[in-house]
């Protein structure tokens, strides 16, 4: 256990799992098992979601979607939010029992399930499936090491989902969810990259929203926040899978819109997004409008010239008498 106590400890803010992958199979080795899975507690339904597993050679993985549900888990929940193992057999689980899908599903013998606790939550369940009985007497000396083992993989667990939170913080717009300019930036530059290798077309659609201070100055900050979240929502749906928008910063939004030259960005930006937003009916706000430039990659462009191109489309669309796209 040494070894593996040694690899969840080592496994850093930065870490990306590996360490955690690596500590399930060390375990299910050592104990000689058919199968260690590790599954995420689901508060909203009550049961438990498969995140990893690992199985020995001959062992047919479970299904990405394995789920055990709340009936099974129900009998031993109180058991498990104290931090008990608690152990499931064939020998003395009757097959009309539900607990004994939990054996069906996982194709073992008995089941050892070792809980996961975070702040006095439930926060998962380790999972060890042996293909034999497992002698009882054997169970007492053994279950705290494991107990312990499986702590460590919480805690391991715990560090890697808050590294994830933090990246997605430092990359994503806090008020709409949507990229930051920061990460905009940088996938920008990949694109231009990309395309000045490979000559492929894409396009940049700029917009902000038109008069949006007066929605403020009427309506109130929270509203104005309300429209910036309903809008940021509305462009999620529109865009294409492959395109990226972002928050360029207050009212203005930006998405880049890869293998799309300037009459396909055109079309997008005025069905997609400007009549869209205009048929919109804004909570506490009403029709709101927005005014878009739209401007595609030229060879030579750098992310400041290409950027300035698209801003001085939108800026011709609002002097033209805003709710338009203009081509830049």
Same mark, same amino acid.
């Given at each position: 256990?040494?070894?593996?106590?040694?690899?969840?400890?080592?496994?850093?803010?930065?870490?990306?799992?590996?360490?955690?992958?690596?500590?399930?199979?060390?375990? +299910?080795?050592?104990?000689?098992?058919?199968?260690?899975? &590790?599954?995420?507690? /689901?508060?909203?339904?009550?049961?438990?979601?498969?995140?990893?597993?690992?199985?020995?050679?001959?062992?047919?993985?479970?299904?990405?979607?394995?789920?055990?549900?709340?009936?099974?888990?129900?009998?031993?929940? #109180?058991?498990?939010?104290? +931090?008990?193992?608690?152990?499931?057999?064939?020998?003395?689980?009757?097959?009309?029992?539900?607990?004994?899908?939990?054996?069906?599903?996982?194709?073992?013998?008995? $089941?050892?399930?070792?809980?996961?606790?975070?702040?006095?939550?439930?926060?998962?369940?380790?999972?060890?499936? %042996?293909?034999?009985?497992?002698?009882?007497?054997?169970?007492?000396?053994?279950?705290?090491?494991?107990?312990?083992?499986?702590?460590?993989?919480?805690?391991?667990?715990?560090?890697?989902?808050?590294?994830?939170? &933090?990246?997605?913080?430092?990359?994503?717009? $806090?008020?709409?969810?949507?990229? /930051?300019?920061?990460?905009?930036?940088?996938?920008?530059?990949?694109?231009?990259?990309?395309?000045?290798?490979?000559?492929?077309?894409?396009?940049?659609?700029?917009?902000?929203?038109?008069? %949006?201070?007066?929605? /403020?100055?009427?309506?109130?900050?929270?509203?104005?926040?309300?429209?910036?979240?309903?809008?940021?929502?509305?462009?999620?749906?529109?865009?294409?899978?492959?395109?990226?928008?972002?928050?360029?910063?207050?009212?203005?939004?930006?998405?880049?819109?890869?293998?799309?030259?300037?009459?396909?960005? *055109?079309?997008?930006?005025?069905?997609?997004?400007?009549? *869209?937003?205009?048929? #919109?009916?804004?909570?506490?706000?009403?029709?709101? #409008?927005?005014? &878009?430039?739209?401007?595609?990659?030229?060879?030579?462009?750098?992310?400041?010239?290409?950027?300035?191109?698209?801003?001085?489309?939108?800026?011709?669309?609002?002097?033209?008498?805003?709710?338009?796209?203009?081509?830049?």
């Amino acid at each position: 256990m040494r070894e593996i106590s040694l690899i969840l400890l080592n496994c850093g803010m930065g870490g990306n799992g590996d360490g955690i992958t690596n500590a399930i199979a060390r375990l +299910g080795e050592n104990m000689a098992a058919s199968r260690c899975s &590790l599954l995420d507690y /689901n508060d909203e339904n009550r049961g438990f979601d498969l995140f990893q597993q690992w199985c020995a050679p001959g062992t047919a993985p479970l299904e990405a979607d394995f789920h055990i549900p709340a009936v099974v888990v129900a009998p031993y929940h #109180t058991r498990l939010l104290r +931090g008990e193992a608690v152990i499931v057999s064939r020998d003395r689980t009757d097959r009309d029992n539900i607990e004994y899908s939990l054996l069906e599903a996982g194709g073992a013998h008995s $089941v050892l399930c070792l809980p996961i606790l975070r702040d006095g939550s439930l926060e998962g369940v380790l999972i060890l499936s %042996f293909p034999t009985s497992q002698p009882e007497l054997q169970w007492p000396a053994e279950i705290r090491p494991l107990q312990v083992t499986a702590d460590l993989i919480g805690a391991a667990l715990a560090r890697k989902r808050l590294a994830g939170e &933090l990246e997605h913080q430092a990359s994503h717009d $806090v008020l709409t969810g949507l990229n /930051n300019r920061r990460k905009f930036e940088e996938l920008l530059l990949q694109e231009i990259e990309r395309t000045s290798r490979y000559q492929r077309p894409f396009a940049v659609i700029m917009f902000d929203i038109d008069h %949006f201070k007066r929605i /403020n100055d009427r309506h109130g900050h929270d509203i104005g926040d309300a429209v910036l979240n309903e809008l940021a929502t509305i462009v999620g749906e529109q865009v294409r899978d492959s395109d990226i928008p972002a928050r360029w910063g207050g009212e203005e939004f930006i998405v880049l819109l890869p293998e799309t030259g300037t009459e396909g960005a *055109r079309q997008a930006a005025e069905g997609r997004l400007r009549r *869209r937003i205009a048929e #919109t009916l804004f909570t506490g706000a009403g029709r709101v #409008t927005i005014s &878009l430039g739209v401007t595609q990659y030229q060879s030579g462009d750098t992310l400041d010239s290409l950027v300035k191109r698209a801003d001085e489309a939108l800026y011709r669309a609002k002097e033209e008498g805003r709710d338009r796209v203009v081509v830049g």
